[in-house]
């Protein structure tokens, strides 16, 4: 990252090498279209270029902070192509609690397959309002639209689930700062 | 002037219980401005959020990574390239090793030798220099008169119009937002804004019902004047303000507000 801040490019291209692929599977999974989803990752990319100075050590992962910065550009792609008032249709598999596409394919790494472990142990229930906030941008209120479940009961699912991750990933997590 | 904050209440675990949506971005906008209000002064929110925000960071890593298109690194690579070429920053020559060449045996001629190139590494690091900046000042003017000409066509297409006005931490400092029909993020042009740090930007918010949504940095036009395309749509906005924020932006306002304006 260092190189990366006196703008050298070749730690650029390392930097693309080794993120490109998640970042792409995380714009596909927002914004549902492969087209749109490059943009994003084009996006994301010249933003960490440009703007390098931004990502602070202490602060977390690179790769999380690539990621965050995918995940707002994506979303805000999503609210702007959604008319007022709107839901996005997402893709069935992020609203179907029993998808196990991406459970399957978690032999990648010791870490990933720590947090494909955690995320088993909540309920379908609790990982599809995680899920769809995270990859749907979506806010208590529109899950609970979504849903056709109580407001109270959408944040204590949500509470309920991010906390058992905590207790199981607490090793794995760098805060991520008390402010965004 | 709505500024966004509310009064802080004390800890409890209806606000707790907000944490985590705070932390995945989940809360509506009344939910987000009372969380906001709370969270600066409650040591057990700000680690709950810290917590989840490490939680949330760690999802994407469970996806099946997807290749791009051949191109997408081509593109982007280009793009990086262009962004040095413009950049046309001075490159830096090596020091003269002034002690060596007066060890030599033509001691006098080596010294005015070194003068001589330390004088054209002067000059050169100089043109250099001249050139880079009128170099920015030339794309600043560009953007200024990019912007004044999107002003001129939204108010010609019968655009809606709002002027913003300086706090006390930018007496001098106003503004106007333009809302072109024909686009659906705003316009924004602040002139006589103070300088900012290195490590500052001015972003720009959308406040709606007391929550500060984040709308985007705004670009350099001229030394004090700024430009920006909201990010945020201005439906259900009450108020639009600047604040000063690190390098970046940041996911909520940190730094003062230096101009706002009802809608």
New interface residues.
């Given amino acids: 990252m260092a190189l990366l801040q006196q703008?050298d490019?070749g730690a650029?291209?390392t930097l693309?090498d080794r993120h490109?692929?998640?970042t792409?599977?995380?714009a596909?999974?927002v914004v549902g279209d492969f087209e749109a989803?490059?943009d994003v990752?084009?996006e994301t990319?010249?933003a960490a270029?440009?703007?390098s100075?931004?990502y602070h050590h202490a602060r977390?992962?690179v790769?999380?902070w690539l990621?965050?910065i995918a995940?707002h550009r994506a979303i805000?792609r999503l609210r702007?192509a959604r008319p007022?008032g709107q839901l996005v249709e997402l893709d069935p598999s992020v609203v179907d609690p029993r998808a196990t596409?991406?459970?399957e394919?978690?032999e990648e790494s010791a870490?990933?397959d720590r947090?494909?472990q955690a995320?088993k142990t909540l309920s379908d229930e609790q990982r599809q309002t995680?899920?769809l906030?995270?990859?749907g941008?979506?806010?208590?209120?529109e899950?609970s639209e979504r849903t056709s479940l109580p407001l109270g009961t959408v944040?204590?699912r949500?509470?309920l689930?991010?906390?058992k991750?905590?207790l199981a990933?607490?090793d794995?997590?760098?805060?991520?700062?008390?402010?965004? | 002037m709505n500024d966004g904050r509310r009064q802080a209440e004390q800890h409890s675990e209806e606000l707790e219980e907000l944490a985590a949506g705070y932390a995945l971005e989940a809360l509506d906008a009344d939910d987000t401005a009372r969380f906001h209000a709370h969270f600066d002064g409650c040591d057990r929110c700000r680690d709950l959020v810290a917590g989840f925000r490490g939680i949330a960071a760690m999802l994407p890593e469970t996806l099946t990574p997807v290749s791009p298109s051949p191109t997408l690194r081509d593109r982007l690579l280009a793009e990086a390239r262009r962004d040095l070429d413009q950049a046309a920053e001075p490159v830096p020559l090596a020091p003269i090793p002034l002690d060596e060449r007066r060890a030599t045996d033509g001691r006098a001629q080596s010294a005015l030798w070194a003068l001589s190139l330390a004088a054209l590494f002067a000059v050169t690091l100089g043109f250099g220099y001249l050139n880079y900046r009128l170099q920015q000042q030339v794309a600043r003017q560009a953007v200024a008169l990019d912007a004044q000409a999107l002003v001129l066509q939204a108010v010609a297409a019968g655009g809606r119009q709002w002027t913003l006005n300086g706090t006390a931490d930018a007496p001098g400092a106003a503004g106007l937002l333009v809302q072109d029909p024909s686009n659906t993020r705003p316009l924004l042009m602040i002139h006589d804004l103070p300088p900012l740090g290195q490590q500052q930007s001015y972003q720009a918010w959308v406040i709606a019902g007391g929550a500060p949504l984040q709308a985007g940095l705004l670009e350099r036009a001229t030394d004090t004047a700024y430009v920006a395309r909201l990010d945020r749509s201005l439906d259900s906005a009450d108020t639009v303000a600047v604040t000063v924020e690190p390098a970046g932006g940041s996911h909520a306002p940190t730094g003062p507000i230096v101009v706002a304006g009802r809608l």
Avoid at chain 1, 172 to 180: F, I, M, N, T, V
């Fill in positions: 703008r490019l650029f291209e693309y490109h692929r998640v792409l599977a995380l596909y999974r989803a490059e990752v084009q990319f010249l270029w440009r703007q100075e931004t977390g992962r790769r999380s990621l965050s995940r805000d702007r007022p596409d991406v459970l394919a978690a870490r990933r947090i494909v995320l995680v899920e906030a995270y990859y941008g979506l806010t208590h209120k899950i944040k204590g949500m509470r689930a991010m906390d991750l905590r990933l607490a794995l997590a760098p805060d991520e700062g008390g402010r965004a």
